[in-house]
């Protein structure tokens, strides 16, 4: 039994991207998910993928919800081959195992062949001029 998600402080930020009330550079979305680029990227290109329902954690969804999301990973994992063809799959379920946002997401993060970019003192937030030729790059074909 996974330990409960800790209380949200306020709505959702996932939430709020899906319904549009906050901003993001969404590069898919569905009926059922959203995939948006990362605010504060690992490296360049690093999206997120998030079912519109609510869930802490892949274990709290519906089996649709599931199954839809595992498509748009899929279907996001398709495009960011554009940019580099190897990339991270990653899904952080619980504080513990690094989780900061309670609402299941899959990063998906392009690598270039750098030894390690998962170090929060490398990270520089994502930049407008190159999320808008992102949303470019990474366009349904
Ligand atoms: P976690 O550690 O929960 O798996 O990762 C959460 C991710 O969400 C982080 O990579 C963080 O940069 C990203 N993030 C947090 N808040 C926002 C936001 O408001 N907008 C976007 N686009 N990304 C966010
Ligand atoms: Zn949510």
């Known amino acids: 039994m996974p330990a409960p998600a800790p209380p949200p402080d306020g709505p959702c930020v996932f939430c709020e991207i899906a319904a549009k009330r906050s901003p993001a550079w969404i590069v898919h979305e569905d009926g059922a998910t959203v995939a948006f680029l990362d605010i504060f990227p690992f490296t360049r290109g ?6 519109r329902e609510h869930g802490a954690r892949l274990t709290d969804l519906t089996p649709e919800a599931q199954r839809a999301l ?3 990973v899929a279907e996001l994992c398709g495009r960011v081959e554009r940019l580099a063809p190897d990339y991270n799959v990653a899904l952080n379920a619980g504080a513990a ?3 900061i946002v ?8 392009p690598r270039y062949g750098e030894a390690n970019p998962f170090r929060a003192t490398t990270r520089a937030p994502l ?3 190159d999320a808008r ?6 366009a349904r074909p």
């Open 46 to 51: 690093h999206l997120l993928v998030i079912p």
């Open 70 to 72: 595992i498509r748009s």
């Open 97 to 99: 195992a690094g989780q």
């Open 102 to 109: 309670f609402h299941v997401h899959f990063h998906v993060i």
């Open 127 to 129: 930049e407008a001029g």
């Open 133 to 138: 030729k992102l949303l470019v790059e990474l």
